[in-house]
């Protein structure tokens, strides 16, 4: 198991900078894959970005080039920099860590509170 604290959200205005950090409880070399999430108002959530433990980055088209996954592996720490924020960014932002379950032999998802992000002016 593992438990993720994000911390970092807030209201900025558009065109200006935020940057996410999720706390882990243990060592991130032994989680799977760690991410962001994020859910706005009356639509789907969507996975904005990932990094494996291999270090491979994936984006969701629409943050490409604004925002910035990374890993802090000494401080069990995955970072989101996000710049050149848009109104459409607007959303409850949640850490996700995937870790696989030996006895259930499946991969389990673990979630972390979630932090809202507001872009406006």
């Known amino acids: 198991q593992v438990q993720l604290v994000e911390s970092g959200g807030g209201l900025v205005q558009p065109g200006g900078s935020l940057r996410l950090s999720c706390a882990a409880s243990r060592s991130i070399f032994s989680i799977y894959a760690m991410g962001w999430y994020r859910q706005a108002p009356g639509k789907q959530r969507e996975l904005v970005a990932h990094?494996?433990?291999?270090?491979?980055?994936n984006y969701v088209e629409s943050v490409k080039g604004r925002f910035t996954i990374s890993r802090d592996n000494a401080k069990n720490t995955v970072y989101l920099q996000m710049n050149s924020l848009k109104p459409e960014d607007t959303a409850v932002y949640s850490c996700?860590?995937?870790?696989?379950?030996?006895?259930?032999?499946?991969?389990?998802?673990?979630w972390g509170q979630g932090t809202q992000v507001t872009v406006s002016s």
């Open positions: 996700w860590g995937q870790i696989w379950n030996g006895l259930k032999m499946k991969m389990d998802d673990y």
């Open positions: 990094i494996s433990s291999g270090g491979s980055i």
